[in-house]
């Protein structure tokens, strides 16, 4: 059975950091693509970023880049996001996500429960 379990979400300041974590298990976690995306309060599913860590090709949505960090750790089946100078618009449901394909096709098949972020002074 595939599972998806995140965890790191808090109450942070704005310019603030947070590490997100996703533990996957049940897949051959090295051989996928990973995915962050999250939903604000009353709005859509926003993408994040994604990552291939078996072509060693990462990506990321133009409103986090620079400020967030995707990575892997294969001998954990985790996959993390380290969040750096965090604003108000960041608050949200982040979600990890398995890819089916190519991290630009932005298709997913397994989904964790999700992890609040939320940033307030």
């Known amino acids: 059975e595939v599972q998806l379990v995140e965890s790191g979400g808090g109450l942070v300041q704005p310019g603030g950091s947070l590490r997100l974590s996703c533990a996957a298990s049940g897949f051959a976690f090295e051989y996928y693509a990973m995915s962050w995306v999250r939903q604000a309060p009353g709005k859509g599913l926003e993408w994040v970023s994604s990552?291939?860590?078996?072509?060693?090709?990462?990506s990321y949505a133009d409103s986090v880049k620079g400020r967030f960090t995707i990575s892997t750790d294969n001998a954990k089946n985790t996959v993390y996001l380290q969040m750096n100078s965090l604003k108000f618009e960041d608050t949200a449901m982040y979600y990890c996500?398995?890819?089916?394909?190519?991290?630009?096709?932005?298709?997913?098949?397994?989904w964790g429960q999700g992890t609040q972020v939320t940033v307030s002074s």
């Open positions: 996500a398995r890819n089916t394909g190519p991290i630009m096709a932005h298709e997913y098949d397994y």
């Open positions: 990552i291939d860590s078996y072509i060693s090709n990462t």
